[in-house]
């Protein structure tokens, strides 16, 4: 596994301390590397596939399963609103 530090998995670009994009981003790996994702990569991600519980809010990428919070099966597609 190639660890690629600082530097954002998605867009590439550095996520240390004064780039900008140190506050918020999230620790993150694939099956080959390890490093961060930022904050506006993930926003991307949450839009394109998440879901949120029209009961509780719960998040979950896992299409029209069962809330893991409140056990409902109702969802809708996250906004941008909801970031």
């Given amino acids: ?8 998995l998605s867009c590439r670009q550095d996520t240390s301390f004064g780039s900008g ?3 918020n981003r999230i620790p993150a790996y694939t099956d080959e ?3 961060y994702t930022c904050v506006s990569c993930e926003n991307e991600t949450r839009l ?3 879901k949120i519980c ?10 029209d ?3 893991v919070f ?3 099966t109702n969802f809708r597609p ?3 609103e909801d970031l």
């Avoid at 596994?1 to 954002?8: D, F, K, L, Y």
């Avoid at 029209?54 to 299409?63: K, P, S, V």
Wanted: with cysteine; glycine share 16%.
């Fill in 54 to 63: 029209t009961n509780c809010g719960g998040e979950t990428c896992e299409g």
């Fill in 78 to 80: 996250i906004t941008k």
């Fill in 1 to 8: 596994m190639i660890n690629r530090g600082e530097i954002c």
């Fill in 48 to 50: 394109e596939c998440y």
């Fill in 65 to 67: 399963s069962t809330c």
């Fill in 33 to 35: 590397e390890v490093g």
């Fill in 70 to 72: 409140c056990g409902e």
């Fill in 21 to 23: 994009k140190f506050v």
